[in-house]
T-cell receptor
Framework: AQSVTQPDIHITVSEGASLELRCNYS??????LFWYVQSPGQGLQLLLK??????LVQGIKGFEAEFKRSQSSFNLRKPSVHWSDAAEYFC????????????FGKGTSLLVTP | NAGVTQTPKFRVLKTGQSMTLLCAQD?????MYWYRQDPGMGLRLIHY???????AKGEVPDGYNVSRLKKQNFLLGLESAAPSQTSVYFC????????????????FGPGTRLTVL
């Protein structure tokens, strides 16, 4: 079954520092992978997605993610974090036998310190 | 273009009461989904629909029913609410990609915060 693991529950970074959020997936074929962000009390906003092609994907708000098949990973990165990036980040994989619903990781909570 | 809207935004129920959550989308999407979000659990799929008049169970369907009588609406019902159904409920919609090998971006509603006492 397709599944996603986000190893880090909480991450704290200083404003201006670089960020990498980890995501590992379990899926036999090429997965459809997504990163969503959720600000407190808000819905989910898509940051970026990977379906095929170039393994380095650019998203909104300066985020990028790299698909690495050999490592079964789809890590999210940002070179310089802003205080407004503090939020919950979810990695997700499309589930082919459930109408391509999303199977979400449990999320990583990002705290940005001054 | 409102995207995905959910009604109500907040609700408090007593154990055993019933209610219906309404999700509406104006993007003409074929696929619609109901998820619940609980602390430390991420989002889990309750039910989904791949078209008008069709619904299917997701990962955590017990205690819920759904209906998709109109393409733009997806209703989630709780017949007899239980405290374990206290959660934030999100609706999402998407369209299939060419060849229906996946869906494009899923668009999420703002959520309904439900408390069952």
């Amino acid at each position: 079954a397709q599944s996603v693991t986000q190893p880090d529950i909480h991450i704290t970074v200083s404003e201006g520092a670089s960020l990498e959020l980890r995501c590992n997936y379990s899926y036999g074929a090429t997965p459809y992978l997504f990163w969503y962000v959720q600000s407190p009390g808000q819905g989910l906003q898509l940051l970026l997605k990977y379906f095929s092609g170039d393994t380095l994907v650019q998203g909104i708000k300066g985020f990028e993610a790299e698909f690495k098949r050999s490592q079964s990973s789809f890590n999210l990165r940002k070179p310089s974090v802003h205080w407004s990036d503090a939020a919950e980040y979810f990695c997700a994989v499309g589930i082919s036998n459930s109408g391509y619903a999303l199977n979400f990781g449990k999320g990583t909570s990002l705290l940005v310190t001054p | 273009n409102a995207g995905v809207t959910q009604t109500p935004k907040f609700r408090v129920l007593k154990t055993g009461q019933s209610m219906t959550l309404l999700c509406a989308q104006d993007m003409n999407h074929e696929y619609m989904y109901w998820y619940r979000q609980d602390p430390g659990m991420g989002l889990r799929l309750i039910h989904y629909s791949v078209g008008e008049g069709t619904t299917a169970k997701g990962e955590v369907p017990d205690g819920y029913n759904v209906s998709r009588l109109k393409k733009q609406n997806f209703l989630l019902g709780l017949e007899s609410a239980a405290p374990s159904q206290t959660s934030v409920y999100f609706c999402a919609s998407a369209r299939p990609t060419s060849g229906a090998t996946s869906t494009d971006t899923q668009y999420f509603g703002p959520g309904t915060r439900l408390t069952v006492l």
